[in-house]
Nanobody, 119 residues
């Protein structure tokens, strides 16, 4: 089992910044990538960003490219999402997720952290 605990959410004004953290614990020996997803009220969960654990290769949803940055700390088993230039459309619950192998989906999820951007 893998446990994921997100933190860092909150209320911010449009144009502001937040940094989310995801602490990883448990059976962590097999890890291909970590990702961030979000779900806004009344909408489906959507992909935000991914980082491969060993090589640090990143990918982003078009809606956040140039504003959000995903990173990881392999010593402290933590993944981050730096969010800049936030706008009200970024309001959602943000989840981190663990992906064990390429070709497999995300199998472990955190409980989520609320991000609210006011206009």
């Amino acid at each position: 089992q893998v446990q994921l605990v997100e933190s860092g959410g909150g209320l911010v004004q449009a144009g502001g910044s937040l940094r989310l953290s995801c602490a990883i614990s448990g059976r962590t020996f097999r890890r291909y990538a970590m990702g961030w997803f979000r779900q806004a009220p009344g909408k489906e969960r959507e992909f935000v960003a991914q980082i491969t654990w060993s090589g640090g290769f990143t990918s982003y949803a078009d809606s956040v490219k140039g504003r959000f940055t995903i990173s990881r700390d392999t010593v402290n088993n933590t993944v981050y999402l730096q969010m800049n230039s936030l706008n009200p459309e970024d309001t959602a619950v943000y989840f981190c997720a663990h992906r064990s192998q390429p070709g497999l989906g995300y199998t472990y999820w955190g409980q989520g952290t609320q991000v609210t951007v006011s206009s």
